[in-house]
């Protein structure tokens, strides 16, 4: 394939606008921000509720899932009355009930590597001093799967929110090898041992448990793609195509998720001989990374540590069509995985990746309809209107709203 051509700022922004960007979201933070949302939501006239969040601050994929809270914040206040406040795990040691008053509700977030002991403690020390204070207890749960890690931390509170979890409840009765599903699913299919793991296991769920696991919001939400969708030029989106398929997703052969990322790039490079298919395994500048989805009429974007990541929503923002292992066994929103109308699913072991790609490449109506429809879903998901929708249905399911 010959080499790309380069746009020369294609999604990435100016450092002036980045630091701007950073400044914004610090502010964002404060307390006058909060006033100021206090304010908001007794003018709107609605009951305010206010909603305390505490996290360890330590995974930055897993702190996102508080980005459109920040972001939305004031639009939040004035259309659900909600004025969310952010705070430090830190300060659960020497909480009371009185630090709690007045609150609708307290949330715990923690990073998925949190000893089980110390997340229970957390939990339990952290709720047991908001029911004193009648505040409902929530926890945002940041990993990258549908599982729940913690028993015994689900067992403390009131509602537990995903960013995805299984379309079929059912599967939280039974456990599964390592972390995930997914993790389960390279034990049983290539063999690879969590045994020595951090979480060598997950334990199946009993239905008091499942009861209490809402739907949130996915990483489609996240600071990074809520910025490529306003840093992609019309002319970026008009790059002429010179690439049929592409999938830069190779990992080391030590790591668990070889198997399904090799699967991909080996099942791609099998007919590359038919169309013009490119898979480096290398990586690159994120301009350079860009460029490649604005290019390629498709992208494919296998499973990684969980099903979502980045690469599904930026390919889809840069006009390519995503290709993805079937994703029917999960549950999220934004949901771009409505199989023939935002993205083509394939068999997880890429059995038939030559035969939809070949399909839709060959229907030129159905590829740019796909291509069309899944940016406008994504767009108009990043939007205020929409996540407050959102919010508002994970917020009533958490009984902090009424339904």
């Known amino acids: 394939m010959s080499k790309l051509t380069l746009s020369p700022s294609a999604g990435v922004p100016s450092l002036l606008v980045r630091k701007s960007r950073r400044v914004v979201r610090s502010l964002l933070d404060t307390g006058v921000a909060t006033q100021i949302a206090a304010k908001r939501a007794s003018v709107s006239g609605r009951k305010c509720c206010r909603v305390l969040l505490l996290s360890d601050g330590i995974k930055g994929t897993s702190e996102q899932q508080f980005a459109p809270l920040r972001r939305f914040r004031q639009t939040i206040a004035s259309e659900l009355g909600l004025v969310f406040e952010f705070d430090s795990t830190d300060s659960i040691s020497t909480i009371s009930k009185e630090h709690l008053s007045g609150y609708a509700a307290v949330g715990l977030k923690l990073a998925f ?46 509602t537990y929110i995903k960013k995805h979890q299984f379309s079929d409840l059912k599967a939280y009765k039974r456990g599964y090898h390592g972390k995930t599903n997914l993790t389960d699913y390279a034990h049983q299919t290539f063999a690879v041992d969590f045994s020595a793991n951090i979480i ?23 600071d990074k ?14 790059k002429p195509k010179t690439i049929d398929i592409s999938c830069r997703a190779s990992v080391a052969p030590d790591t668990w998720t070889y198997g399904m990322r090799n699967g991909a790039v080996k099942a791609m490079r099998a007919f590359e001989d038919k169309m013009r298919v490119h898979a480096p395994d290398t990586r690159v ?10 290019s390629s009429w498709l992208t494919l974007s296998p499973f990684g540590y969980g099903e979502l990541c980045w690469r599904d929503f930026e390919a889809i923002l840069c006009g390519s069509i995503l290709v993805k292992p079937d994703m029917s066994h999960v549950a999220t929103y934004p949901d771009i995985f409505i199989p023939g109308e935002t993205y083509l699913p394939v068999a997880w072991d890429y059995r038939n990746l030559e035969e939809v790609c070949v399909g839709v490449l060959q229907d030129t109506e159905l590829r740019d309809q796909i291509r069309h429809t899944a940016r406008q879903r994504l767009l108009e998901a990043l939007t205020a209107q929409n996540f407050v929708a959102r919010l508002e249905s994970t917020m009533k399911a958490a009984a902090v709203l009424n339904a």
């Not at 957390?122 to 890690?149: H, M, N, S, W, Y």
């Not at 793609?225 to 008009?238: E, F, H, M, N």
């Not at 500048?285 to 604005?294: D, G, K, R, S, W």
């Open 113 to 158: 590597d949190t000893p089980a002991e110390r997340a229970a403690v957390l939990a339990q020390t952290l709720f047991d001093a908001a029911r004193e204070a009648g505040a409902k207890c929530l926890v945002f749960d940041g990993d990258d799967d549908p599982c729940v890690i913690w028993p015994e931390v689900i067992n403390a509170c009131d």
């Open 200 to 222: 060598p296991e997950t334990l199946p769920l009993e239905e008091d448990q499942i009861a209490k696991i809402a739907l949130g919001w996915n990483i489609g939400l996240d």
């Open 225 to 238: 793609i809520y910025d490529l969708s306003r840093d992609l030029s019309a002319a970026d989106l008009c």
């Open 285 to 294: 500048p994120q301009q350079e990374y860009y460029n490649e989805m604005l």
